[in-house]
Nanobody, 118 residues
Framework: QVQLVESGGGLVQPGGSLRLSCVFS????????MGWYRQAPGKQRELVAR??????????NYPDSVKGRFTISRDNAKNTGYLQMNNLKPEDTAVYYC?????????WGQGTQVTVSS
């Protein structure tokens, strides 16, 4: 059974950085496209970044709100995906979720809280 475990969230001041990690287990990580989503209180869950199974990304996979500040990456040998977040803003405050998808198979992690506040 596929499991995703996120870590790396926390409290950070505006302008700071965090690196989220997502550890995958239970199947072959390199088969799955991976994405990071976030959900702020009272808002819908939104896509933050997406990367293909082979590690290909392009700017179209980042919404304008995070483009140039967030970078998604993955290490298939370590079964781990990452989200590097720089120049964080208060509006980035949300629960961040890791997502993987391969065909009809889709899984979510439990989420990690990111709070940007002075």
């Amino acid at each position: 059974q596929v499991q995703l475990v996120e870590s790396g969230g926390g409290l950070v001041q505006p302008g700071g950085s965090l690196r989220l990690s997502c550890v995958f287990s239970g199947s072959i990580f390199s088969l799955y496209d991976m994405g990071w989503y976030r959900q702020a209180p009272g808002k819908q869950r939104e896509l933050v970044a997406r990367i293909s199974a082979r590690g290909s990304t392009n700017s179209a996979n980042y919404p304008d709100s995070v483009k140039g500040r967030f970078t998604i990456s993955r290490d298939n040998a370590k079964n781990t995906g990452y989200l590097q977040m720089n120049n964080l803003k208060p509006e980035d405050t949300a629960v961040y979720y890791c997502n993987v998808i391969w065909g009809v198979n889709e899984y979510w992690g439990q989420g990690t809280q990111v709070t940007v506040s002075s």
